[in-house]
């Protein structure tokens, strides 16, 4: 499975963007998709995660209420709508599907960066 982000950018804070997360196959052999980002100097970290069906979302504490996780499996996309933007929200994100033997895939990232 090969994943492909898209619509990061530059924004100013308060703004919105949303990612998208295209996979090269089907998503229903997919379990369940995460983004996770990495800010320079730190650790990556997961934002927010959704199962296959859509019906569980998880999101970090940071994010929790501004962001929100969906996914359609028609398209084979998984997206993260953020809102409220701030700058501490400035990072590469990355895309993240674990299939149902727990393989994991990665994409290559988008850089969102966010001005003060």
């Known amino acids: 499975v090969q994943l492909v982000e898209s619509g990061g950018g530059l924004v100013q804070a308060g703004g919105s963007l949303r990612l998208s997360c295209a996979a090269s196959?089907?998503?229903?052999?997919?379990?369940?998709m995460g983004w996770y980002r990495q800010a320079p100097g730190k650790e990556r970290e997961l934002v927010a995660a959704?199962?296959?069906?859509?019906?569980?979302?998880n999101y970090a504490d940071s994010v929790k209420g501004r962001f929100t996780i969906s996914r359609d499996n028609a398209k084979n996309t998984t997206y993260l709508q953020m809102n409220s933007l701030k700058p501490e929200d400035t990072a590469v994100y990355f895309c993240r599907a674990w299939d149902v033997l727990m393989r994991t895939y990665w994409g290559q990232g988008t850089q969102v960066t966010v001005s003060s």
């Open positions: 196959e089907s998503t229903y052999g997919i379990n369940a």
């Open positions: 959704i199962t296959s069906s859509g019906g569980s979302t």
